[in-house]
Nanobody
């Protein structure tokens, strides 16, 4: 069992930055691939970024590539998402996820989800 708690969301103007953090407790954090997903109002939840167990490999959705950076600190059981050059279309609830599955070009969320943190980007 893994418990995930996100923080760092908020309201920011277009072009601004936010840093999301997710702290994990429970089973060995370093044994999980970690990911961020997001869900905008009226839309399905979508993959944002993922990071390997060691942190050496990362994956990004095309929509955020070059603007967002995922990182992890296994000593602190933390995964972070640095979001730069934010756009109004980045507005969503962002969810931390443990143990996602990579299927071809797609990522499917794993069993463990945080409660989500709201990110709102104003134009």
């Amino acid at each position: 069992q893994v418990q995930l708690v996100e923080s760092g969301g908020g309201l920011v103007q277009a072009g601004g930055s936010l840093r999301l953090s997710c702290v994990a407790s429970g089973r060995a954090f370093s044994s999980y691939v970690m990911a961020w997903f997001r869900q905008a109002p009226g839309k399905e939840r979508e993959f944002v970024a993922a990071i390997s167990r060691s942190g050496r490999t990362t994956w990004y959705a095309d929509l955020v590539k070059g603007r967002f950076t995922i990182s992890r600190d296994n000593a602190k059981n933390t995964v972070s998402l640095q979001m730069n050059s934010l756009k109004p279309e980045d507005t969503a609830v962002y969810y931390c996820n443990a143990d996602p599955t990579h299927v071809g070009q797609d990522w499917l969320g794993g069993r463990y989800w945080g409660q989500g943190t709201q990110v709102t980007v104003s134009s």
